[in-house]
């Protein structure tokens, strides 16, 4: 029986480009210090085409920790804007508790 590699399956970077051409990148799982890095890489190779704003779409977010905040919001300093598109109840509740809601946009 093959190992199960548990920070592979805990969370998944996905790029691609939405109905109207913008960059987006597809966050799902779990975001945590153990996959801070791979977020982080992700997060980077999207910058390298010097996009305006950086949309991440976080439908299949279930969980963010402090480590995938700090990187949304280093990412933030860089660029016009971050968005999260269609961030679950749980992400929403984090970005609104630590009070970032004017730095990271919020898109339904």
Same mark, same amino acid.
């Given at each position: 029986?093959?190992?199960?590699?548990?920070?592979?399956? /805990?969370? #998944? !970077?996905e790029? !691609?480009?939405?109905?109207?051409g913008e960059?987006v990148?597809?966050?799902?799982?779990?975001v945590?210090l /153990?996959?801070?890095t791979? !977020? #982080?890489?992700?997060v980077?190779a999207?910058?390298l085409?010097?996009?305006p #704003?950086l949309?991440?779409?976080?439908r299949?977010?279930t969980f963010?920790? /402090? /480590?995938?905040?700090?990187i949304?919001?280093q990412t933030?300093?860089t660029?016009?804007a971050?968005?999260l598109?269609?961030?679950?109840s749980?992400?929403?509740r984090l970005?609104e508790?630590?009070?970032v809601?004017s730095v990271l946009?919020?898109?339904?």
């Amino acid at each position: 029986m093959a190992e199960v590699d548990d920070d592979a399956t /805990s969370a #998944r !970077f996905e790029p !691609f480009r939405d109905e109207a051409g913008e960059c987006v990148l597809l966050v799902a799982g779990e975001v945590d210090l /153990s996959n801070a890095t791979k !977020f #982080r890489s992700a997060v980077d190779a999207m910058l390298l085409s010097n996009p305006p #704003r950086l949309v991440v779409d976080v439908r299949e977010l279930t969980f963010m920790d /402090s /480590s995938g905040l700090a990187i949304l919001l280093q990412t933030a300093a860089t660029l016009d804007a971050v968005v999260l598109r269609h961030p679950q109840s749980s992400i929403l509740r984090l970005i609104e508790t630590t009070g970032v809601t004017s730095v990271l946009k919020v898109e339904a």
